[in-house]
């Protein structure tokens, strides 16, 4: 897996590129908790090139969610394929997040 980030004036955008598995969850755990930590709290999560998550991956989404919620910021995902979206409609995480088809689309919401 591979992150990037990117510094927009509506929000950072952290892109997932590969497998979001048990092997590497820490390092997004990490990044996004340094973000939050430093009052990050607009964050788009790039996901199109993301092709395959665990629910260890899952679990630390769900994690920066909860923590950006709880300081009235906005944590959004986007570019969902279609075996990602899946797995967070069976998982019923579809529900929890806002999750928009592109990028240009998510940007809109913050």
Known sequence: MELTEQKT????????????????????????????????????VECSKM????????????????KITLSKGK??????????REIFEISGFTNIFEIYATQEEALKVF
């Open 9 to 44: 004036p509506q929000c950072v955008i952290i892109g997932i590129n590969g497998r979001l598995d048990t092997t590497n969850y820490s390092i997004l755990e990490k990044k996004l908790m340094e973000m939050i930590d430093a009052h990050n709290d607009r964050i788009l």
């Open 51 to 66: 092709d395959y998550v665990s629910s260890s991956g899952l679990r630390i989404l769900l994690m920066a969610l909860k």
């Open 75 to 84: 944590f959004v995902l986007c570019g969902l394929q279609e075996n990602i």
